[in-house]
């Protein structure tokens, strides 16, 4: 029988990659924020969960789930305000890298913490 050690850190290897993908597209927007038309975009975890948590329905009686299109990750965001049609509101944008950068630092000290108890259990414990 095969043990893979590792295997709790790929879930959050994904969410990292996630994040960092998110921090990209809400760069962008920052980056956007004087562009004539320009529409700010994000890419969402859900459907991402989605996807690697699908339930299935097993019994009539049973509610089911809100419908999200697979692979359907990024979004624009439809609202334009101002004159030059820019839907970029720096406050929000700012709070969104500033939130996503905390989910981030959270993911790697998960991954961090995973590897100390790995570490700690090959030395059995001795420093």
């Given at each position: 029988m095969s043990i893979d050690l590792f295997a709790s850190l790929s879930p959050l290897e994904r969410v990292l990659d996630f994040h960092m993908a998110r921090h990209?597209?809400?760069?962008?927007?920052?980056?956007?924020?004087?562009?004539?038309?320009?529409?700010?975009?994000?890419?969402?975890?859900?459907?991402?969960?989605?996807?690697?948590?699908?339930?299935?329905?097993?019994?009539?009686?049973?509610?089911?789930?809100?419908?999200?299109?697979?692979?359907?990750?990024?979004?624009?965001?439809?609202?334009?305000?101002?004159?030059?049609?820019?839907?970029?509101?720096?406050e929000q944008v700012m709070a969104q890298i500033t939130a996503n950068r905390l989910r981030y630092e959270t993911g790697v000290e998960l991954a961090r913490r995973r590897l100390a108890l790995l570490r700690y259990a090959a030395t059995d414990g001795s420093p």
């Open positions: 990209n597209v809400l760069a962008a927007n920052l980056a956007n924020a004087e562009t004539p038309g320009f529409r700010p975009r994000d890419l969402r975890f859900d459907a991402l969960l989605d996807n690697a948590t699908a339930l299935v329905r097993t019994d009539q009686g049973h509610l089911a789930g809100a419908e999200t299109p697979p692979g359907t990750t990024l979004t624009e965001d439809e609202a334009m305000v101002g004159p030059d049609q820019n839907g970029v509101r720096l």
